[in-house]
T-cell receptor, first 116, second 112 residues
């Protein structure tokens, strides 16, 4: 069964450093998403991406964040200057057109980002 | 804004039924979901229900929706140890690339 993959599974970085989290969505999907979950808190939407541009972003997704689909398979989240509060599990998801417009989102296993 | 609330923990004995409850605030929610997360794994969509339905059954899973009270429940019949996981209630609006809003997740512990 096709699945969303993410690398690395765990990333440790120092405050102020840039990190790139990578995702390979399901191959025929058209919509891509990033979510994050800070330990003990809810899974929060960050950004959605379609047709090579951002469709929607949350207030969390400020100028330190960017997304890119550099080729036909990868979808990346870049955090420019990491802060301690960026430590979280980051989930990538992708979806296609669903039945009746319900776009079922398939999630990857997540990348745990630890900022020290 | 959207908010989804659910209890943090549920413990049941193997073979019993589990019922996980959820409430949501946004009356314009069109799709309501249950996701499952096993340790070290991603969020797996178990089932979803449209807001114009009040029940959906899929093998051991039964989803009940009370739209008036904005209450969603997931019943797992004959709960097995393999059902131990975190279950997330979630909602989204209709159409397009809509974000999914999640609850905090209910940890289901199945006691053998």
């Amino acid at each position: 069964e096709p699945e969303v993959t993410q690398t690395p599974s765990h990333q440790v970085t120092q405050m102020g450093q840039e990190v790139i989290l990578r995702c390979v969505p399901i191959s025929n999907h058209l919509y891509f998403y990033w979510y994050r979950q800070i330990l003990g808190q809810k899974v929060e939407f960050l950004v959605s991406f379609y047709n090579n541009e951002i469709s929607e972003k949350s207030e969390i997704f400020d100028d330190q964040f960017s997304v890119e689909r550099p080729d036909g398979s990868n979808f990346t989240l870049k955090i420019r200057s990491t802060k301690l509060e960026d430590s979280a599990m980051y989930f990538c998801a992708s979806s296609d057109f669903g039945v009746g417009g319900g776009y079922e989102q398939y999630f990857g296993p997540g990348t745990r980002l630890t900022v020290t | 804004g959207e908010d989804v609330e659910q209890s943090l923990f549920l413990s049941v004995r193997e073979g019993d039924s589990s019922v996980i409850n959820c409430t949501y605030t946004d009356s314009s929610s069109t799709y309501l979901y249950w996701y499952k997360q096993e340790p070290g794994a991603g969020l797996q969509l178990l089932t979803y229900i449209f807001s114009n339905m009040d029940m959906k059954q899929d093998q051991r899973l039964t989803v009940l929706l009370n739209k008036k009270d904005k209450h969603l429940s997931l019943r797992i019949a004959d709960t097995q140890t393999g059902d131990s996981a975190i279950y997330f209630c979630a909602e989204s609006k209709e159409g397009g690339y809509q974000k999914v809003t999640f609850g905090i997740g209910t940890k289901l512990q199945v006691i053998p």
